[in-house]
């Protein structure tokens, strides 16, 4: 076993003894709305939106961004679980904004080992082999993040399986400060 496996079902135990009532909590969110944000372990939604278990869906992606997937869960969040309010949050200092669909294309076709990142770009240290798969992917990398945020909001506003009077909202998470920054639409 890892370190890090250890940790986490360590973790598990200790929460799940004191895991009292949770077990009742119903299955559409309590406070009935959605945030769509980055997977960036420095963001916590709860702690940034006052949630407690069970108030919201959270969905987290790469960048926070409204691909697929995403709005196929903002979907399911509302059409069966109620959720009537949406909330995108990308922030600031994204990896997202560190490369291009081109650079982590060519990453990919060399090594599918990590890369390195240093003052002159991204470098792959693997020795292969890699693939060419990541070029049918669209990794939605950020050039500027208000515009990202825009875009996002956009999208799913204008998606045929969003209902019009659904608000979604647009924020930017600032990692300097903890505060959410408002992108008007």
Not at 11 to 23: L, R
Not at 97 to 118: G, K, P, Q
Not at 150 to 156: F, L, Q
Request: aromatic letters at 6%; proline letters at 5%; charged letters at 25%.
């Amino acid at each position: 076993m890892t370190n890090i496996l250890g940790e986490v079902l360590a973790a598990n135990i200790a929460y799940a003894s004191d895991f009292g009532d949770k077990a009742n909590l119903p299955m559409p969110p309590a406070r009935g709305f959605a945030i769509l944000t980055c997977m960036d372990a420095r963001l916590d939604p709860a702690k940034y939106a006052g949630l407690a278990e069970g108030d919201a869906h959270v969905i987290r992606n790469a960048g926070g961004r409204a691909s697929d997937d995403a709005i196929r869960s903002l979907v399911i969040s509302h059409k069966l679980l109620g959720t009537n309010e949406w909330f995108v949050i990308h922030h600031t200092d994204c990896g997202m904004e560190t490369f291009t669909n081109e650079i982590i294309c060519n990453l990919l076709a060399n090594s599918l080992d990590t890369a390195t990142v240093d003052e002159n770009g991204w470098h792959d240290t693997g020795a292969g082999p890699g693939s060419h798969e990541g070029d049918n992917i669209d990794w939605l990398t950020i050039l500027d993040q208000e515009e990202s945020v825009k875009s996002d909001v956009d999208r799913i506003r204008r998606h045929p399986l969003v209902p019009d009077y659904i608000p979604v909202h647009g924020y930017i998470y600032d990692c300097k400060t903890g505060r959410l920054v408002e992108v008007p639409s």
